[in-house]
């Protein structure tokens, strides 16, 4: 009996997954990210992930999301989406219990592939569901088939799962020995991984047989740090086992009543999962705990305990038909044997145990044993050939280094004649260099000859203000107060703009020239902000004020960044001159990995035309239009800052600089 329970629950667990990544926080970021998907190979393999996350949560969605991929990769014309899809199908069937599907799925993807690692899928598909319908040496062939490829492919992932599943095929023979050898290779391996949904599988089989040959302390174990890495999974079906294994312990212990809540457990989480698997092993536990207390009670509570027994049982065995459960029908017809006998109906008991006597037999038949041996020996044979041809791609080797020594030597040769070749070529390059320098010395004439124009259109504001002057001391008598105090403000904003536009010039025209580059260091922003606050000391009109909560630090050019935030602070210190309650916030954050600097204030505001100089490279550069837009822009685009302004008439100015 407890041999017979084991193997029931070994039958229901441990598939690989397709997918490495699984879990509640990928299924949300995929439901998130799937309709903004074209519908393309890429929705497709958004979908596949889904239904493989879906796979030890809840099947019958990942079979909702494999079929959905295949559709999409049917109406794409994708062969491998559909084999992928067909795979992602049959392992979400595989674990609700339906192996004729799994058979059906996968051999239908078999043909419409070569990729490798898809084609290793398969094979492990087929090899599981032959495993349930205890076609052990067809599920051996299979799952080598499978171990092979992944080798080839040197994927360590499902070397590791694919090791796990021949050690569960090993011990339904009954060859503990070599099953907890591939059990240990499995585990070995899931733990260097760190694949902690591999280990909770491993360690799970492992705990069943040491049940099995009667090591319950040890099997507690490997049970107890299987449920603990299967609640870090959100594994419901890794959890759910669990309960099945401890009741089962308790049940070997002769201890049916403590059994009992775990068996009930275990049933509530199948029945909410939809797997009619996991339910009938429930149910065909549950049935096997009441013959236990039957077996202890008094007449009466034993035909109650009996009747309920033969309930469950019957219920079992149906759904075991259902789904071509061999192993779990044959269990079911041993029990059912028992009820009789403890009913004291030998006839009928007699009947019942010929049926699970031929179940068992063909379960456990000399000619599966024999093909066994043979697949075994063909392992072995195909390992030993392997070895002898890498003994002989290393003799290759070997051979291939002499001549690769060959080639080196005519390679060194042939290396020798192109510097020779190159030496010639640089010497005319040299000669080219020396044309574009007396072209560069050129264009700095030119350039020369431009700041020259400038400067002569700055002369003009100057001769103005000297002539002011000289008025004022030569011939004070020709003017009057009031031409005197309108004379001297004019002069006054006269001059003011033209310090301010010589700054913005000379910083502009530094900016255009090629050597000219940016120190990018770490900053931060707190620092800045005290820059200005020290700056702009003397409008004290103007309420200025700074919020930097996460104190920000960016990466950027610090002379650059500087000028920038003063020429906004400036240009908005402008704005609000004839503004009531003059108001200027500087504002500080980070978000999605990036800094934000923003510069609002309460004036009046401007068009999209007014700031056209921050974003459009063609607008003509002038002292009178714009000078600091253009210097703004071009500082920005130096050290990678992108600039957005939101403003309207009436509505204020808010200017945003972003650094990735």
């Given at each position: 009996?407890?041999?017979?329970?084991?193997?029931?629950?070994?039958?229901?667990?441990?598939?690989?997954?397709?997918?490495?990544?699984?879990?509640?926080?990928?299924?949300?970021?995929?439901?998130?990210?799937?309709?903004?998907?074209?519908?393309?190979?890429?929705?497709?393999?958004?979908?596949?992930?889904?239904?493989?996350?879906?796979?030890?949560?809840?099947?019958?969605?990942?079979?909702?999301?494999?079929?959905?991929?295949?559709?999409?990769?049917?109406?794409?014309?994708?062969?491998?989406?559909?084999?992928?899809?067909?795979?992602?199908?049959?392992?979400?069937?595989?674990?609700?219990?339906?192996?004729?599907?799994?058979?059906?799925?996968?051999?239908?993807?078999?043909?419409?592939?070569?990729?490798?690692?898809?084609?290793?899928?398969?094979?492990?598909?087929?090899?599981?569901?032959?495993?349930?319908?205890?076609?052990?040496?067809?599920?051996?062939?299979?799952?080598?088939?499978?171990?092979?490829?992944?080798?080839?492919?040197?994927?360590?992932?499902?070397?590791?799962?694919?090791?796990?599943?021949?050690?569960?095929?090993?011990?339904?023979?009954?060859?503990?020995?070599?099953?907890?050898?591939?059990?240990?290779?499995?585990?070995?391996?899931?733990?260097?991984?760190?694949?902690?949904?591999?280990?909770?599988?491993?360690?799970?089989?492992?705990?069943?047989?040491?049940?099995?040959?009667?090591?319950?302390?040890?099997?507690?174990?490997?049970?107890?740090?299987?449920?603990?890495?299967?609640?870090?999974?959100?594994?419901?079906?890794?959890?759910?086992?669990?309960?099945?294994?401890?009741?089962?312990?308790?049940?070997?212990?002769?201890?049916?009543?403590?059994?009992?809540?775990?068996?009930?457990?275990?049933?509530?989480?199948?029945?909410?999962?939809?797997?009619?698997?996991?339910?009938?092993?429930?149910?065909?536990?549950?049935?096997?705990?009441?013959?236990?207390?039957?077996?202890?009670?008094?007449?009466?509570?034993?035909?109650?305990?009996?009747?309920?027994?033969?309930?469950?049982?019957?219920?079992?065995?149906?759904?075991?038909?259902?789904v071509n459960n061999l192993l779990n029908l044959s269990l079911n017809y041993k029990l059912l044997s028992e009820l009789y006998s403890l009913k004291g109906d030998d006839k009928q008991a007699k009947e019942v145990y010929i049926l699970y006597s031929d179940f068992r037999d063909s379960i456990y038949n000399n000619e599966s044993k024999e093909t066994i041996k043979n697949l075994e020996d063909s392992r072995t044979i195909a390992l030993k050939d392997k070895e002898i041809e890498l003994n002989k791609l290393s003799i290759e080797s070997k051979e291939k280094q002499k001549w690769f020594l060959i080639s080196g030597i005519l390679l060194f040769s042939v290396i020798v004649i192109l510097l020779i070749y190159q030496n010639r070529s640089r010497k005319k390059t040299n000669e080219k260099l020396h044309i574009l320098n007396a072209e560069l010395e050129e264009a700095n004439r030119i350039k020369t000859r431009f700041f020259t124009i400038l400067n002569?259109?700055?002369?003009?504001?100057?001769?103005?203000?000297?002539?002011?002057?000289?008025?004022?001391?030569?011939?004070?008598?020709?003017?009057?107060?009031?031409?005197?105090?309108?004379?001297?403000?004019?002069?006054?904003?006269?001059?003011?703009?033209?310090?301010?536009?010589?700054?913005?010039?000379?910083?502009w025209s530094k900016g255009q020239m090629q050597n000219f580059q940016p120190v990018f260091k770490t900053i931060h922003v707190a620092q800045l902000f005290e820059d200005l606050r020290n700056h702009f000391l003397s409008a004290e009109t103007i309420r200025i004020s700074f919020e930097d909560p996460e104190h920000c630090i960016l990466i950027s050019d610090p002379d650059y960044l500087k000028t920038i935030l003063r020429n906004l602070t400036g240009n908005s210190v402008k704005a609000l001159e004839k503004t009531g309650d003059p108001i200027i916030v500087w504002k500080a954050r980070q978000e999605h990995h990036k800094t934000y600097l923003s510069i609002t204030d309460n004036g009046p505001g401007g068009s999209e035309e007014q700031f056209k100089a921050l974003y459009d490279e063609t607008e003509v550069v002038g002292i009178k239009t714009g000078l600091g837009l253009h210097l703004i822009r071009d500082l920005a685009k130096a050290i990678n800052c992108t600039i957005t302004v939101e403003s309207k008439a009436g509505a204020g100015v808010c200017v945003i600089l972003s650094f990735s």
């Open positions: 009996m407890k041999k017979q329970l084991v193997l029931l629950l070994l039958c229901f667990y441990s598939f690989a997954i397709y997918s490495q990544k699984s879990g509640n926080s990928l299924i949300d970021s995929l439901v998130k990210q799937l309709p903004s998907i074209k519908e393309d190979t890429t929705h497709v393999n958004a979908l596949l992930d889904l239904s493989m996350a879906y796979e030890k949560i809840d099947p019958t969605k990942g079979l909702y999301y494999g079929e959905k991929a295949l559709a999409t990769s049917i109406g794409c014309k994708w062969k491998e989406g559909i084999s992928r899809s067909l795979c992602c199908i049959s392992a979400n069937y595989l674990v609700s219990g339906e192996s004729d599907m799994v058979l059906k799925n996968s051999l239908r993807a078999l043909p419409l592939t070569t990729n490798k690692q898809t084609l290793s899928f398969v094979y492990r598909n087929l090899g599981m569901a032959y495993r349930s319908k205890a076609s052990y040496s067809k599920a051996l062939d299979y799952s080598f088939k499978a171990l092979s490829i992944s080798e080839e492919l040197k994927d360590s992932v499902n070397i590791a799962q694919t090791l796990n599943k021949i050690g569960s095929i090993y011990y339904y023979t009954d060859d503990f020995e070599k099953a907890l050898l591939y059990f240990n290779k499995s585990l070995k391996l899931n733990t260097r991984l760190n694949a902690k949904s591999g280990m909770a599988d491993v360690l799970l089989n492992m705990g069943i047989l040491y049940s099995d040959s009667y090591k319950d302390s040890l099997a507690l174990g490997y049970f107890s740090k299987a449920l603990k890495l299967s609640i870090e999974q959100n594994d419901r079906i890794g959890i759910l086992l669990n309960y099945l294994v401890t009741g089962k312990l308790h049940l070997d212990n002769n201890e049916p009543d403590k059994a009992l809540p775990d068996i009930l457990e275990m049933k509530r989480i199948a029945k909410e999962l939809g797997n009619n698997r996991y339910y009938s092993g429930a149910i065909t536990t549950q049935a096997s705990i009441y013959l236990k207390m039957a077996a202890k009670t008094t007449p009466a509570g034993k035909d109650t305990l009996l009747s309920r027994a033969e309930f469950l049982l019957r219920e079992a065995i149906m759904l075991s038909k259902h002569h259109d700055l002369r003009s504001p100057v001769s103005n203000l000297i002539h002011f002057l000289h008025l004022k001391n030569e011939s004070p008598e020709l003017l009057t107060e009031q031409s005197k105090h309108a004379m001297e403000t004019k002069v006054v904003s006269a001059a003011e703009n033209l310090l301010i536009s010589m700054e913005d010039l000379l910083l």
